[in-house]
């Protein structure tokens, strides 16, 4: 048997409690205590006092309904299995619209509006409140000193396996109080309003959360958007964004899955996650950030597949560690600094990766700079662990399209090179073996200060590869830098393809490799110009048009 207490008084007359026995009470009293033998019980009416209920059972705010209190929470609930369905208000000035404590398997409905107010914005004796539009009291959402002191809109803390459904609006008012602050598996469902002056949404470990077409998660603070333990899965097809000073969109630990066909955007950092991070930006998906990094994994193992946009107009537009992998068909956009940063990994590449300027401390109108910052469309790091020194492999596909300062760069993080693999004292060049295929285009869009050329592709140590098959076009100097570096020029037309053999010397676009070869698979490949260079024949037919002195 499931009890029920009430605490409330009633307003413009009595409120009407209806209890799914059939018992109809009209009760202008003070308080009552009901054991409902089914556990179920619907308002239509407007309480001014707590509604308590311990065990399985229900409770209906019909869209008549309202629990409006002031100074405790509107509701509690202590048990498992319990469903609260709200279409009418549920809301606390000053304390929690719902608190759901010690709870299991509880079901949360809301079609209308849940809100936990600011004690000043209550009417009456405790405050100046006074209602606007939708039911929410007036009061700037800024103004933390007009909305007084409150608490969270839903707290399930201390309860596991709760599912939240919000077609309505739920609010946090008072300053850094959350929307939802959840415990371990809670399921959220959104196509209506989850905001707060704190996380809209505060969750630990196995979160599942869905923002439909139409759905808004925000925040009006210096606080993240949402934030979790391991194992969050983010289904994103509305909005969630934010608006403060170094904050997030999505701060969550290992294991973290998004799929994105929306808008997230934020004033500060977009998406941030641990190792193991999965990422999939489908055609209509945009991800922005507007100081920070868009996305960024903390640990290794991050997956990016990109149909959409991700733009950091003031940063990486993707910041990865070790073992990453990234998919490209759409834009991938970094302002004063790369577009993808990472240490090892492969990238495939059919859109657009570009980084459109300089960091400002590397300025290069400051001639006393003895190191001037260049950044990457691609950027291979450097770091003194062993990670960082594995292989990478970029594949830019035909209409493929890799741009910055430097197109790809190993050479020394997203500093200048000073011809050794390195620059900035105790910036590292990264040691692994890297190899670059182009069948796009890769473009340098500045000068490197210390080499006097635009620099397409930097290759650092290791034993690196690059491949320019017919189709590719490549803006500016490839260097294979130090190392046992090798170049392959390829051809899988059906006619045949031709290369110059003047572009390839220490002085001309092709430069630093040790190794030099050439791969037809389509109809066949003709060098033209002179070099007395080697080059070894991996496979298909050469027609020597120029003059070739070496073997």
Known sequence: MTQFSTRFRAIGGASMLAISTGLVASVPAPALAQDVPDGDIVLEGTLTGTVSADGAGSLTVTDTGAIDVVGEDAVEVEGDDFTITNAGTIRSYGERAIDARDVDGTVIDNSGLIIAAGLAEAPGEMGEGEMGEGGIALAEAGEMGEVGEGQDAIDVSDGENVTITNSGMIVARAEDRRAIDGDDGVTIT???TITAHGRAINLEDDATITNEAGGIITTTGDNDTIQTGDNLTLVNAGTISNDGFDTKIVDAGDNLTVTNSGLITSDWKGVEGEGNFTLTNTATGRIVSTMDEAVEADGPGLTVVND????????????????VMITNNGLVQGGENDAIELDNGMIVNSGIIESLGSDPEGDFSDPGLANRELDAGIDFDGLDDADANMDGTVMNMAGGIIRGDIGVNASSGNFVDDGEGGSEPGSAPNLGDQTVVNFG?????????????MDAVLLSFGDDEFQQWQTGVTNGTVDGQQGDDTLIFGNDAEGTSTRSLDDISDSAQYTGFETYALLDTGGALALTGQSDIEFSL???????????TGT
Do not use: F, K
């Open 538 to 548: 991996l496979g298909g037919d050469l027609v020597l048009e120029g003059t070739l």
């Open 308 to 323: 959409g946009e991700i733009i950091a107009p003031m940063d990486d537009a993707i910041d990865g560690g070790a073992d």
């Open 441 to 453: 285009t890769i473009t340098a869009n500045a000068t490197n200060p210390v080499t006097g050329r």
């Open 190 to 192: 959104n196509s209506g």
